[in-house]
């Protein structure tokens, strides 16, 4: 949190992500596709930077526990410890981001509760649906 506080003020909310539109830009790939959009601001940016080729899926699980304990198994250094470190991040990450208005503007919405294969074929469904 603190490291996107220190550039939020020095370079203005959405800094990484003009950053990153920028290298999508200049690599000339004809799809990019990016995870963490967190922000408003974000979304807002990427749309105003590809207009209608960009397209936002929001990719969510409902159970917190399950969310947790897939977190565990990646075993980053950084990530909580505890259920409840966990959600205290959340909770943060929200405050900063305001990630729920940000999923609200999703143009499809996926469920991640099953299995990744369900999600894997969910999210071709939607490139089937998209480019046709």
Do not use: W
Not at 96 to 104: D, G, T, Y
């Amino acid at each position: 949190k603190t490291i996107s506080e220190k550039y939020f003020a020095q370079y203005g909310k959405g800094y990484f992500v003009k950053l990153l539109a920028e290298r999508i830009r200049q690599s000339g790939n004809n799809a990019t596709g990016i995870t963490g959009i967190r922000s408003p601001d974000d979304v807002s940016i990427l749309r105003q930077a590809f207009g209608p080729d960009f397209i936002l899926i929001d990719v969510f699980v409902t159970n917190d526990r399950a969310r947790f304990d897939r977190m565990q198994k990646r075993a980053q250094a950084r990530d909580p410890k505890s259920l409840e470190q966990f959600l205290a991040q959340d909770r943060a990450e929200e405050e900063l981001f305001h990630v729920k208005v940000a999923e609200k503007m999703a143009d499809f919405t996926l469920s991640n509760d099953a299995s990744l294969e369900d999600l894997h074929r969910a999210i071709a469904d939607v490139f089937k649906g998209v480019f046709k």
